[in-house]
């Protein structure tokens, strides 16, 4: 089992950048694929990007490509989301989970993911 803390939400105008990050609690950090989700008020939560194991993968929505960055530190059982040229269509809560599923990385979804952080939230201002 592993317990996900993200942080690193706030506002930020349109143009700017944020890094969220999402420290995993455990010593088996490296076994799981991790990703990141978002959902804004009223919408269904929606896949943002998904990295392997050792971090040589990552995959991301088109809405995102580009502009996000995924990356881990499995030394210091991290991962983190930088995100840049924000917009305000990006507003959202934001979460980082994890997962065991050997189901590659482009094909991610909410229901492989089986633990979840508590979200951070992040708003783009116009």
């Known amino acids: 089992q592993v317990q996900l803390v993200e942080s690193g939400g706030g506002l930020v105008q349109a143009g700017g950048s944020l890094r969220l990050s999402c420290a995993a609690s455990g010593r088996t950090f490296s076994s799981y694929v991790m990703g990141w989700f978002r959902q804004a008020p009223g919408k269904e939560r929606e896949f943002v990007g998904a990295i392997s194991r050792g971090g040589g993968s990552t995959y991301y929505a088109d809405s995102v490509k580009g502009r996000f960055t995924i990356s881990r530190d499995n030394a210091k059982n991290t991962v983190y989301l930088q995100m840049n040229s924000l917009k305000p269509e990006d507003t959202a809560d934001y979460y980082c989970?994890?997962?065991?599923?050997?189901?590659?990385?482009?094909?991610?979804?909410?229901?492989?993911?089986?633990?979840w952080g508590q979200g951070t939230q992040v708003t783009v201002s116009s």
């Open positions: 989970a994890a997962t065991r599923t050997g189901t590659a990385i482009q094909a991610m979804s909410v229901s492989l993911f089986d633990y």
